[in-house]
């Protein structure tokens, strides 16, 4: 049976929203979890303090955080087209991440605190 355009984007739009409260749900869970070391005013850090992907990181902000647990990375990306995949993956708006940047990074806010204003926004997934 073909789908119509309409149950095709409600379909997608299913799809989109589970996959999103899963990788906010796991990213949640990282940030409470204790096992990630907070960085400031960039995604990671290495060992030396020296900016790096995610993947490469000891130190974190909570996107690195996210970037590291969703499965998503910066190498080779500029900054802007990865701050519209991780608000596709999350369901985040830009505004959203942006804002939670600087909760890590100017407010100086612990991981837990972040985790708990995370959980107060909504999915918003109709950046997909």
């Known amino acids: 049976m073909k789908l ?5 984007y409600k379909l997608a739009y299913a799809r989109a929203r589970k996959r999103a409260k899963a990788n906010r749900r796991k990213w ?3 940030l409470r979890s204790g096992k990630y070391k907070q960085a400031r005013d960039t995604l990671a850090r290495d060992d030396n303090g ?15 955080v996210a970037a590291l647990v969703c499965g998503f990375s910066d190498r080779g ?10 608000c596709a993956v999350l369901g985040l708006t830009t ?13 100086r806010q612990r991981f837990k605190t972040i985790a708990d204003a995370i959980e107060k926004l909504p999915l918003d997934i109709y950046q997909l």
């Open 4 to 8: 119509t355009q309409r149950q095709a």
């Open 95 to 107: 505004g959203d991440a942006l804002r939670l940047a600087e909760r890590n990074d100017d407010k």
């Open 50 to 64: 020296t900016a790096c992907a995610p993947e490469d990181g000891t130190s974190f902000c909570c996107l690195g």
């Open 77 to 86: 990306q500029p900054g802007s087209q990865l701050l519209q995949r991780s």
């Open 28 to 30: 949640l869970q990282a």
